[in-house]
Nanobody, 124 residues
Framework: QVQLVESGGGLVQAGGSLRLSCAAS????????MAWFRQAPGKERKFVSA????????YYADSVKGRFTISRDNSGNTVFLQMNRLKPEDTAVYYC?????????????????WGQGTQVTVSS
């Protein structure tokens, strides 16, 4: 049984930083795509960033480019999201996702596995 477990969310002031972690178990995602999405209240879930570890490729939404960095540990089964210079509009529930394969997608429907989400709140 595959599980993705996120951690690291919390409350931070604008301009601050947070680091999210997502640990996968039940299957190795070493060669696959892991990603972060976020969902603000009343809005649809949106792509934030993706990592294809085997290819050394990373992708970012324009809204977070230059502020957020995605990375993975040596096993490839834990993905991190370092979030710097946070803004109030970054407030959302952040979800970790994984899909089998090395093709990058920003559509949430393309991902096979999801974590339970972690709340990030940025105060102004």
């Amino acid at each position: 049984q595959v599980q993705l477990v996120e951690s690291g969310g919390g409350l931070v002031q604008a301009g601050g930083s947070l680091r999210l972690s997502c640990a996968a178990s039940g299957r190795t995602f070493r060669g696959d795509t892991m990603a972060w999405f976020r969902q603000a209240p009343g809005k649809e879930r949106k792509f934030v960033s993706a990592s294809i570890w085997r290819l050394g490729s990373s992708y970012y939404a324009d809204s977070v480019k230059g502020r957020f960095t995605i990375s993975r540990d040596n096993s490839g089964n834990t993905v991190f999201l370092q979030m710097n210079r946070l803004k109030p509009e970054d407030t959302a529930v952040y979800y970790c996702a994984a899909r089998i394969g090395t093709v990058y997608y920003s559509r949430s429907s393309e991902y096979d596995y999801w974590g339970q989400g972690t709340q990030v709140t940025v105060s102004s």
